[in-house]
């Protein structure tokens, strides 16, 4: 006969602490006065707006409580990712029973007043939201927006050997193409360096009114589909409490076990087999132990119970007794003494100290962040004794810079790259020197840089790239995420998510400051002319200047020196998110490293050397930022100074695309003192810019000056062709910028009006000459800047 796993004791005393988390959650969403029930419950002891979710939340309380159980059997290193939307009563309240949130939040006190002020916050203003928001105590998941949920908690476990990430995954989210796609990241997990991610399949039936797909097949479907996924899948199905309380346990005990065992094959006996890890089903009716019946329909297990089961009893009278019997279900009076404090029999089945979940500084990387041992970025510099010098490509020279930040951080294991395939591609080549992708499958003899450790990790999935950075940026590591320009629009909506996140944290005191996230963007809008209009975007930048000034960084580095002063500075940085863009493509190189530097720590300035205004005010400014938008403006410049030579131009670059905004607005901003010593009160500035033109407009826009600038940029043309093409296509190459520059400079007088005529025969000799050759003409293809120093 079969050995219980609990004892009737320990299984009463578990279901008690279950009950006592689901009041608790009943008490979040509905309770403004009377957490104790001592006296019967009234309209003013209920909340004017009833806000939360209850279906996901018992299934969540029924987990936590069990893994509770395992972390004090097993002294496991555990934190609790909880995937389904809206979960955070479940997070909150256990949290509250294990004691860290009063730790935190000491207003929260564990005693009735406590617990009042507990209820009252949930869902209210100046309160706390409804997910596992950053408020909450363990929490590196808010689970608001569904899909991420496997993928941050692999981020997490990668570099971090001892941690188990229970990760719970709501059978609505699992519907998601980055949740399905998330199952794959077993292939990427060493098992001999990495720690294990243990996934919680909740099948409660329902989304908000429909149901899950995966609810709704055969068992045998679901474990092929799990299994063909490579994982081993455990299912507890049921609904009476006490079954259900011994199937987890036992479920969850062979969970933990097989994990260990596969984790000391791997490091002990050595085997590099990939294994196939554990997870668990569970089946369970949504909104559990809650209303069975409301007005006549059925609650409990449909789609009802997804949000508030009953309603307002204000307009529902009937409805308040219904809440009282519903709370009085789960006995108070057995589970708080007369104070409110949780019983000690009951408070002692949590784990104490930092093995709670609640309490787990993994779950506050900062606590755990050492700093990066850098190599010293200026002996990687390109050698520029003038302006203008061929180089080999930007992202070429940051390459080995990279290699080497990955080879100094080896011992400390906090440093990798990520990326949907294209390290390579985006000329970050030299990684492969030191390191290897990391890669669990199968190998054959013609791969290249794959095995079971490595400091890159490459999967072509944008949105598990995103999450297992951001998973491992939030437990205390630094990273990278080199994306073609085009398609890191794909992680979009996680981008919003992590910088919400940045938001939030950083005005809660408790909670240490992260490593940035950082963006390397190559392949870019302007070099995709091999690959056609599909691949070029630059409107990522748009996006990122949307969120708050105090977390976004934007640099467009002109050249390979000011790249790795950039990356250097970024790697450094916390808390913010860096978006660094830059060329793969051999181009000119403007600035020693020294110059390069003073011109990074500035983020703005003028280029004395090619502007031929120091003597007097300049006619016009000619503006640029970005590599390409740089080449180009020089080009003009070149044709300015030696067809129009008593033109005056001054000429700025901008590295750091926030130093345009004003300074109220932005902490990089220059003042309108600065920006107009730049810019002038009064004179055209012709602006060569990367991306979208309104962009600047939105950024200058309250300057002096603004009616004055004149932005090119991309404007949505594009194909296969080539590069000097793609600027004309667009009206921001060399040719353009001198006729704006004319256009807007009334004294060019007849000299500019025949310069400009010239230009435009030009133009037509470009189209005729690529359209036969296929490639752009020699003087284009051949220019340097040779003048005038």
């Not at 294994?275 to 209303?291: A, D, E, H, Q």
């Not at 089961?309 to 009085?328: F, G, M, N, V």
């Amino acid at each position: 006969m079969k050995t219980a796993t609990l004892t009737p004791d320990l299984l009463h005393k578990m279901d008690a602490y279950w009950r006592a988390a689901n009041y608790l959650a009943v008490g979040q969403i509905y309770l403004y006065d009377n957490p104790l029930l001592k006296r019967p419950l009234t309209l003013p002891d209920v909340k004017h707006m009833l806000l939360g979710h209850w279906g996901t939340t018992p299934g969540q309380n029924f987990i936590y409580v069990h893994l509770n159980r395992a972390i004090k059997k097993y002294d496991l290193d555990m934190i609790y990712v909880s995937g389904p939307g809206h979960g955070g009563p479940a997070v909150v309240g256990n949290t509250y029973l294990e004691g860290t949130y009063s730790e935190i939040y000491p207003d929260i006190s564990r005693d009735e007043a406590g617990l009042r002020k507990l209820f009252v916050q949930f869902s209210f203003p100046g309160g706390i939201p409804s997910h596992a928001s950053p408020e909450t105590p363990g929490s590196i998941h808010e689970g608001g927006e569904l899909g991420y949920s496997l993928s941050h908690s692999f981020g997490a476990v990668f570099d971090n050997p001892d941690l188990v990430v229970a990760c719970v995954v709501g059978d609505g989210e699992a519907e998601t193409g980055p949740l399905a796609t998330a199952w794959h990241s077993n292939k990427f997990l060493n098992p001999a360096t990495d720690g294990a991610v243990l996934p919680i399949l909740h099948l409660n039936g329902y989304k908000i009114s429909n149901p899950t797909v995966l609810a709704r097949i055969t068992r045998e479907e679901l474990e092929q589909l799990l299994r063909g996924y490579g994982w081993t899948p455990l299912f507890v199905e049921g609904h009476e409490p006490e079954r259900m309380h011994e199937a987890m346990a036992t479920a969850l005990d062979a969970a933990v076990e097989q994990i260990q065992q596969i984790q000391h094959d791997a490091r002990v006996g050595g085997n590099a087999t990939r294994p196939r890890w554990p997870m668990i089903v569970l089946r369970s009716p949504k909104g559990w132990t809650g209303p069975k019946v409301v007005d006549g329909l059925q609650v409990e297990g449909t789609f009802r119970a997804h949000q508030v089961p009953l309603s307002d009893p204000a307009t529902h009278p009937e409805h308040l007794k219904l809440l009282e019997d519903w709370l009085r279900s789960y006995r108070p009076e057995e589970l708080f003494d007369e104070r409110g404090q949780l019983r000690p029999e009951l408070a002692e089945l949590a784990p104490t100290g930092t093995r709670r979940m609640g309490a787990n500084p993994h779950a506050n990387g900062g606590m755990l962040l050492h700093d990066l041992r850098m190599p010293d970025f200026r002996d990687y510099a390109v050698a520029v004794p003038s302006p203008g010098v061929g180089g080999i490509g930007d992202t070429h020279v940051l390459g080995p810079f990279l290699r080497d930040v990955a080879k100094l951080n080896e011992e400390q294991r906090n440093f990798r790259v990520f990326g949907p395939d294209e390290s390579l591609s985006n000329g970050l080549e030299a990684l492969f020197e030191a390191t290897n992708r990391q890669w669990d499958a199968a190998t054959l003899p013609n791969d290249e840089f794959l095995a079971p450790a490595g400091r890159v990790m490459e999967m072509l999935s944008e949105h598990q790239c995103e999450g297992w950075l951001e998973g491992y940026l939030l437990t205390g590591r630094h990273g990278l995420f080199n994306c073609y320009e085009a398609f890191i629009h794909i992680i979009d909506s996680m981008f919003n998510q992590h910088a919400k996140w940045l938001k939030i944290t950083s005005r809660l005191p408790w909670r240490r400051k992260i490593a940035s996230l950082n963006y390397l963007l190559a392949s870019h809008v302007w070099r995709q002319d091999h690959n056609g209009f599909t691949h070029q975007d630059p409107g990522f930048i748009d996006h990122v200047v949307n969120k708050k000034a105090d977390v976004v960084r934007v640099y467009l580095p002109p050249d390979a020196n000011c790249l790795l002063s950039v990356m250097d500075h970024c790697l450094r940085s916390r808390h913010y998110v860096n978006v660094v863009i830059a060329g793969k493509h051999p181009a000119p190189q403007w600035l020693t490293m020294d110059a390069a530097l003073a011109h990074c720590s500035e983020g703005i300035g003028i280029w004395q050397w090619a502007s031929n205004d120091q003597d007097a005010e300049p006619d016009v400014v000619m503006a640029c930022c970005g590599d390409v938008p740089t080449l180009e403006t020089l080009a003009a410049v070149s044709i300015l100074r030696e067809r129009l030579p008593d033109l005056k131009i001054r000429v700025i670059n901008v590295v750091d695309l926030m130093r345009l905004q004003p300074q109220a607005e932005h902490p990089h901003g220059l003042s309108d003192v600065d920006f107009d010593a730049l810019f002038t009160k009064d004179k055209p500035v012709i602006f060569a810019f990367h991306a979208y033109p309104w962009l600047i407009h939105r950024l200058t826009y309250r300057r002096a000056n603004h009616h004055n600038i004149h932005v090119r940029g991309y404007k949505e043309e594009g194909t296969i062709t080539t590069p000097f093409d793609m600027t004309v296509l667009n009206e921001l190459d060399r040719f353009h910028l001198v006729m704006d520059t004319i256009d807007r400079v009334p004294r060019t007088g007849p000299q500019g009006v025949y310069l400009k005529q010239q230009l435009q025969d030009k133009l037509i000799e470009h189209k005729q000459y690529i359209d036969k050759h296929g490639e752009d003409l020699p003087e284009v293809r051949n220019w340097k800047w040779s003048h005038h120093s």
